[in-house]
């Protein structure tokens, strides 16, 4: 594989997308640059809240990167080049993409609301209820799993003193009390671009330079959990522009300089000829598995996912070809922050590409350091994302000491977006809650559901779920995480697909990809049944395989029923 080819076939092939595949989509929805937004129909400075455009562009990408167009790419490198390749290329412009822009766009022309209401409103309402509860499992997983992995990039003790560790809980405090502090000064406020982009690179700067001089937190890993859910708690009923809004977007540049810097090191190496022919194989199999023999022993790839190349290539990469959890964020809220609908192309669509750059950065990574990776030599792929590029970078004249800072940096913002990503879905979850008890607010409902959807209540209620799945073992169902996300972009394609054609626009392009990702949820669903059955029977981890096979038989359920219901409404639609 040669490096810089790769790179130059991705970056031409995902402009092409955006210009006349993304164009398209836009002609075809009517998109309306004249038409208000929920922003600023429903103005409220808490939740529906305008912004610049490159403002709500940092939130959303901040918000929907994360680590997973990181970790899926690297996770499924075990199948080849080529397939990993192809799924981000195709599945992200034509399906990942497609359901970004798609969502975004029929929360803006539905008040700024979320999936979960277009379902009710195109669908039915017992499909609402199924939708919300599930979507909200999901996003309690996410709360979990995020909340723990930021908690173990921060912890450091006297007794296991970890400065690396110390210096990103330093930066990301820093960050927060910057976004505040910068969200007060930009309140109310038009800064010019240049200017507001430029002292915005300067505060970056500072921070990071501040938090790499300044780590006095020594915290262990429940202390850090309990901070983090204070945190997130106040985070999701903040003002957006007080700290969402300011931190995603300073945090983006972050993302923007990790992938500058990554494109840097990928042409630097691809120069000198060190990238020129990656030892990583263009195809691995249609089977493939992360136990490998080393000196004659068994050592497991925790880097890598093994599996069938259908389903498993397909699932394990889902941010950076298509997530679920995307259109979660589209439609809860940068909706509600759009200034101009003719901006979703830009944000909706233009995100996801950005993101597939990403994931192809991360298979050039992995491709560098494919024999240390084949050996298992790495504990997570995040720690092969960042060798692999920071040794990229040293292979650059006069550059060769510059690895640690390099590594360190690309541990940096990778910690830095799962943070961005943790109040993101803590906020959605309480949307969805709030949703699910009241779908109408112009109508009366009973007082203890005014108090369950108080977002007050809502919000404690999603924190203490889940920080303390993160505390007490959410990766006994982490497994199912990835199949469970397919499923809801898969739902949420059809739920755009009939509220296209419910309005009389053309939802055709969306045929293909949620039928797809029917398939691939269904068929890992019911692969992973079927190994937990033979686990079961064998006696292996009886209680998680029991939970397992529950959840994902429960999940396969509402998958058909869903299905069933979205295709029905699809069959009678008179346009």
């Given at each position: 594989m040669n490096a810089m080819l790769i790179l130059i076939i991705a970056v031409v092939v995902l402009l092409l997308g955006y210009v006349f595949y993304g164009g398209y989509l836009a002609r075809q929805w009517g998109i309306d640059p004249n038409r208000p937004t929920p922003a600023h129909e429903q103005e409220d400075g808490n939740d529906y809240v305008p912004a610049p455009p490159?403002?709500?562009?940092?939130?959303?990408?901040s918000s929907i990167a994360g680590a997973g167009p990181i970790n899926g790419p690297i996770q499924?490198?075990?199948f080849g080049w080529v397939p990993v390749l192809l799924w981000v290329l195709i599945g992200g412009i034509f399906m990942g993409a497609v359901h970004d822009f798609g969502a975004l766009f029929a929360s803006l022309r539905n008040k700024g609301r979320t999936i979960s209401i277009?379902?009710?409103?195109?669908?039915?309402?017992?499909?609402?209820?199924?939708?919300?509860?599930?979507?909200y499992v999901v996003l309690i997983l996410v709360v979990a799993a995020f909340s723990s992995i930021v908690a173990n990039t921060f912890t450091s003790t006297a007794e296991k003193v970890n400065v690396a560790n110390e210096q990103t809980a330093s930066v990301s405090l820093l960050f927060i009390v910057a976004a505040v502090i910068w969200g007060f000064t930009l309140h109310g406020r038009k800064l010019p671009t240049v200017i507001n982009i430029g002292v915005s690179l300067m505060i970056i700067a500072a921070v990071v330079w501040l938090g790499f001089m300044w780590h006095p937190f020594q915290l262990s890993y429940t202390n850090w959990?309990?901070?983090l859910s204070v945190y997130i708690l106040i985070a999701s009923i903040t003002p957006v522009w007080i700290l969402l809004q300011p931190r995603d977007y300073l945090s983006s540049y972050l993302l923007y300089a990790l992938m500058l810097l990554a494109i840097f090191g990928v042409i630097g190496a691809s120069v000198m000829g060190a990238a020129s022919h990656l030892e990583i194989p263009a195809f691995g199999g249609f089977v493939t598995s992360n136990k490998?023999?080393?000196?004659g022993e068994t050592v497991i790839n925790k880097a890598a996912q093994g599996g069938f190349l259908f389903p498993a290539l397909f699932v394990t990469?889902?941010?950076g070809a298509i997530s679920g959890f995307h259109s979660m964020v589209a439609s809860g809220t940068t909706s509600k922050q759009l200034d101009k609908e003719s901006q979703a192309q830009a944000i909706g669509y233009g995100s996801m590409l950005i993101e597939c750059l990403l994931a192809v950065l991360s298979l050039i990574a992995v491709g560098f350091v494919w024999a240390k990776y084949q050996a298992g030599g790495y504990a997570a792929p995040t720690a092969v994302f960042a060798d692999g590029l920071s040794q990229m970078i040293a292979t650059i004249p006069g550059l060769a000491d510059a690895q640690g800072i390099a590594y360190a940096l690309l541990?940096?913002?990778v910690s830095v977006f799962c943070l961005t990503s943790l109040d993101t879905a803590t906020r959605l979850a309480r949307y969805l809650f709030q949703e699910f008890w009241i779908p109408d607010s112009s109508k009366e409902y009973p007082a203890w559901k005014k108090f369950l959807a108080n977002k007050y209540v809502a919000t404690v209620i999603t924190v203490v779920f889940g920080v303390s799945l993160g505390m007490n073992g959410y990766t006994l169902i982490w497994p199912l995480f990835g199949a469970a996300n397919q499923l809801l972009a898969a739902v949420a394609l059809l739920a755009v697909c009939v509220w296209l054609g419910n309005v009389g626009k053309n939802n055709k392009m969306f045929y293909v990809p949620m039928i797809f990702m029917l398939a691939v949820t269904l068929t890992s669903l019911l692969l992973t049944a079927l190994s937990k059955v033979a686990a079961i029977m064998e006696g292996n981890n009886v209680f998680g395989s029991s939970l397992q096979l529950i959840l994902a038989v429960v999940l396969f359920g509402l998958a058909i029923l869903l299905a069933i219901r979205g295709f029905v409404a699809i069959a009678f639609q008179k346009h």
């Open positions: 490159y403002m709500v562009l940092g939130h959303h990408f499924a490198a075990v277009i379902i009710a409103e195109n669908v039915d309402d017992t499909a609402r209820k199924l939708f919300a509860i599930f979507s959990m309990i901070i490998v023999i080393v000196d990469i889902a941010c541990i940096l913002a």
